[in-house]
């Protein structure tokens, strides 16, 4: 046991006791550091993006420049932010906690994880800035196959960084039906590892479809082995399926742990137990079930059948029936309690404003009348945006501010959390929300240049991502000055109800001093 005062971050000194630590904590501050500065990069690559499009004609870059910078934020987003954040930080520090346990099943598996995605992040951010990549994070054939450029290479790094994904998804599979502490039936667990759960599901199943599908794309361009590419008797159309198997599972690996935050938040900040705990609970798994049979609504132009187009609309439009029970009981939750607005449940409340919409407009699409108009429009952009980008990232910061005492043992400015908040989700919609109309008008995506009728709209798009970048400059002031001088934080400052605050801020290098016993219902455990 560790002597007074002793915690996770002071129980060994040095950089190598930090690369070579098997603590769960630590891993996620790993995680953490590294992944925002992934964001940090393909943030600046959007604002580039953004600027290019301020005004028709070259703005700042030429097109073969567009496209990479296209490429490098949509995978660098994607691959090494969306896909593993929430997961890989928030879930790796407070997975074991909240099942009252010292660790994951597999510590050392833990960290291997963590280089693995380190070593595939590089590779690919190899390709990206060596190699030129152009093709879209899709990395759709025959483009992919006859371009000369470091296709290969990014391929090989998100095939690596997908064996991250499923080496921390089997980790937290074994951990949460392994390793919860007395008393802690499944039915008791948080809904933050419900949500951290049925991702890990995802990911074990789905990233290897993807995996194998990118090494038959190597395997093509570099053997001419006729599989995708036309001209040697493959099928482009069969990528397509190969990829959007994985790839619409994937967005609810990237919105599933965001929805788990957001239980946490809303059921702490309105002092209120949470609404119909097993709906929310078993829509998770719903959700996760669903996705694996939607793929087909990302191809009502690629020539299926209409019997296929019309299965797969309707199955598309039953994944809102479990997202919806989950807003119902979050707003069901909220009514009549004792609401704190601080700055996470601003982030929490945002969150479903900004993914209602995205969801609404997810409906639109699935239709697929309305999609053959849409498809490959700015609305697409838009609805992939407001459900990833403000669903996941909003969740993100969200569950940053609510569980930053007891990552650091004090307090962030809650001042400056408001502000963040103002910045990120007002920059959002001022960004975002002008392209639906732009997608509505015919606007291409991808493109370099636009017609002058799109103008206006662009130009308010471009300020309103201005506005993102002030919000999350100020996360980051907010983070380096409550890591420095916040106000020292007790073990509870929120009066949450789950197992991880019933720890030391910071926890100590076990967790607990003693192994916990779960006598209550979820939420009320102590």
Same mark, same amino acid.
């Given at each position: 046991?560790? #002597? #007074?005062?002793? =915690?996770?971050? =002071?129980?060994?000194?040095?950089?190598?006791? &930090?690369?070579?630590? @098997?603590?769960?904590?630590?891993i996620g501050l790993m995680y953490f550091i590294t992944i925002m500065f992934f964001f940090l990069i393909g943030g600046i690559a959007a604002l580039g993006i953004r600027l290019e499009l301020f005004s028709t004609g070259k703005t700042i870059m030429d097109a073969a420049t567009y496209n990479r910078f296209m490429t490098f934020h949509g995978a660098i987003m994607v691959f090494m932010v969306i896909v593993p954040g929430i997961p890989a930080i928030l879930g790796n520090f407070f997975l074991p906690i909240q099942l009252g346990a010292q660790d994951v099943a597999f510590p050392k598996l833990n960290l291997l994880s963590w280089y693995v995605l380190m070593a595939g992040a590089a590779i690919s951010v190899g390709s990206l800035i060596f190699g030129a990549v152009d093709t879209g994070w899709t990395f759709y054939t025959p483009y992919s196959i006859d371009t000369e450029n470091g296709?290969?290479?990014?391929? @090989?790094g998100v095939f690596v960084m997908g064996m991250s994904s499923v080496l921390t998804g089997l980790n937290f599979i074994v951990t949460t039906h392994k390793l919860r502490c007395p008393g802690m039936t499944m039915t008791k667990m948080p809904l933050f590892i419900w949500g951290l759960y049925s991702t890990s599901i995802l990911q074990v199943l789905a990233t290897p479809v993807v995996g194998i599908t990118l090494l038959l794309l190597v395997t093509e361009r570099t053997m001419g082995v006729g599989i995708f590419d036309p001209k040697l008797g493959g099928d482009p159309v069969l990528f397509q399926h190969f990829f959007w198997f994985y790839s619409h599972p994937a967005v609810y690996i990237m919105i599933l742990p965001a929805m788990g935050i957001i239980s946490e938040i809303i059921t702490c900040y309105s002092r209120k137990t949470i %609404?119909?705990?097993? +709906?929310? #609970?078993?829509?998770?798994? #719903?959700? +996760?079930? @669903?996705? %694996?049979?939607? &793929?087909g609504h990302h191809m009502f132009v690629s020539g299926q059948s209409t019997a296929a187009g019309l299965i797969f609309s309707l199955l598309t439009m039953l994944v809102g029936v479990p997202t919806a029970i989950k807003t119902f009981n979050w707003v069901a939750t909220m009514y009549k309690g004792s609401i704190r607005f601080d700055a996470p449940m601003l982030y929490a409340i945002g969150f479903l404003f900004v993914f209602t919409i995205g969801g609404v407009t997810g409906i639109m699409l699935a239709t697929s009348g309305m999609d053959i108009h849409f498809h490959d429009t700015y609305f697409v952009v838009a609805h992939f945006h407001y459900v990833m980008v403000g669903g996941t990232l909003l969740a993100l910061m969200g569950g940053l501010f609510y569980w930053f005492p007891k990552m650091f043992g004090r307090i962030a400015s809650d001042t400056l959390g408001r502000w963040s908040f103002v910045f990120v989700f007002c920059?959002? =919609?001022?960004? %975002?929300?002008?392209?639906?109309?732009?997608?509505?008008?015919?606007?291409?995506?991808r493109y370099f240049d636009y017609i002058p009728e799109y103008e206006t709209l662009n130009k308010i798009s471009t300020m309103g991502s201005w506005a993102i970048a002030l919000g999350f400059v100020i996360v980051l002031i907010a983070v380096i000055k409550g890591i420095r001088s916040g106000e020292k934080a007790g073990p509870n400052p929120w009066g949450a109800k789950t197992l991880e605050w019933t720890t030391d801020s910071p926890p100590i290098h076990e967790n607990f001093k003693e192994i916990p016993t779960v006598t209550g219902g979820p939420y009320e455990y102590r």
């Open positions: 046991m560790g #002597a #007074a005062g002793s =915690n996770y971050i =002071n129980h060994e000194k040095g950089l190598w006791s &930090w690369l070579t630590t @098997v603590d769960h904590k630590r296709v290969i290479m990014m391929v @090989v %609404f119909g705990y097993t +709906a929310i #609970a078993y829509s998770s798994l #719903a959700i +996760a079930g @669903v996705s %694996f049979f939607v &793929w920059g959002f =919609n001022i960004t %975002f929300f002008p392209q639906f109309i732009l997608g509505s008008m015919g606007m291409p995506r």
